[in-house]
């Protein structure tokens, strides 16, 4: 999957408490149904792709080498394919990567904000079905996870990749997909993720009452 910061725009998330680039030709979700008011979510139709923003509470009994598979079981679990995923590989992310925020043991202060206390990315395969149907479509996910224990949060960036629509489904009509499930597409899905979350940032840390 080609792309070039052109094809970017800047998103306000929360009510303009974060921001991030995201493609064009996404759209914001909670414009067609509810989406909870912890995440925000953006898609796209036509390769049935999404890009999900979310905070959830920080789990203070589960250690950072296990955070990040502990987070992929439970999309799992919620798109209810607990036995129908793989972990691929799990790395942890660097300064370079999240220039925005400030790191543990760091000198790159960004104001004072919440110290980042851990950050990784995990990348997987799932068999996700569309809302209440049998069959399942195969799913790249790419999932970053970064901690923030002084403000007990950890924030989640997400994104699905369909490489895969079962023949049954009824995205099967309307998402024409080239071969993707192969090793180029997922290099450069990698790399447009990657993309996304350097561009991830909070400029409002009031939101989490700090």
Request: aromatic share 10%; proline share 3%.
């Amino acid at each position: 999957m080609e792309f070039s910061s052109d094809d970017l725009e800047s998103k306000e998330l929360y009510g303009g408490a974060m921001e991030i680039l995201i493609p064009k030709n996404f759209v914001d979700i909670s414009m067609y149904k509810p989406i909870g008011d912890n995440q925000e979510v953006f898609g796209n139709a036509d390769t049935d792709q999404a890009i999900i923003i979310e905070l959830v509470s920080s789990l203070d009994d589960v250690y950072n080498n296990e955070i990040g598979e502990f987070h992929f079981t439970e999309i799992a679990k919620n798109n209810n394919c607990e036995n129908e995923n793989q972990v691929i590989d799990v790395f942890n992310l660097t300064e370079e990567d999240l220039p925005n925020f400030s790191f543990e043991d760091s000198n790159n202060n960004q104001g004072g904000s919440p110290v980042l206390t851990h950050g990784c990315v995990v990348l997987g395969k799932q068999h996700v079905s569309k809302g209440r149907e049998e069959s399942k479509n195969h799913v790249n996910l790419y999932l970053a996870v970064l901690r923030f224990p002084s403000i007990q949060t950890e924030i989640l960036i997400s994104f699905s990749d369909a490489v895969i629509i079962n023949q049954k489904s009824s995205s099967h009509k309307y998402v024409l997909l080239p071969d993707t499930d192969n090793n180029e597409h997922h290099n450069e899905a990698l790399v447009f993720f990657r993309h996304l979350i350097r561009s991830f940032k909070v400029s409002d840390w009031s939101i989490f009452n700090c």
